[in-house]
């Protein structure tokens, strides 16, 4: 039975530049980092030449699960893995939605960073259960989807 999320993870192309990212332009809290090259990741992971850096994160302010972490970043630095396409519509691409209280606010700040957008605006949501509030995606250095939400005022969604 589940109980809980552990962490949602991403594997990166450099885990310095992605380290960057997502502390310094996100925001994001960085709480460890760690190589793993050793016969338990190796087993984990089914490489047996697997040799890893791991970057954790999670969002200040907010307490994750027992993992201590929300985000996990992983570059494979061994064996050294191929670019995909990580456009939305492929089977088994992934992405992440941040919640944020000002979404105008956040799009103009990250924009002003470089941040690429799909969107030239916030979008806003026009039907459903978040009916009344703005989303956009946005993409990380290796192109990862990225999705920033804010929700409708409580009142429109009780």
Known sequence: MLIDTWHFSFTVSDLERSITFYRDIL???LVHTQE???AY??????????????????????E???????????????????????STP???????????DDIHAEFARLKALGVRFRSEAPV????????????CYFLDPDDITLEMVQPPPRSQTA
Do not use: C, W
């Open 27 to 29: 925001g994001m809290e």
């Open 36 to 38: 793993q090259a050793n």
């Open 41 to 62: 990741t190796r087993k984990f992971v089914g490489y047996a030449d697997a040799h890893l850096k791991v970057a954790q994160f999670k969002i200040p302010g907010k």
């Open 64 to 86: 994750p699960s027992r993992s201590g972490h929300v985000l996990e970043l992983v570059e494979y630095v061994a064996p050294k893995g191929v670019r995909v396409d990580t």
């Open 90 to 100: 492929n089977p088994g691409t992934a992405h992440l939605a941040f919640e944020v």
């Open 124 to 135: 806003a949501i026009e039907a459903g259960i978040n009916k009344g509030g703005y989303t």
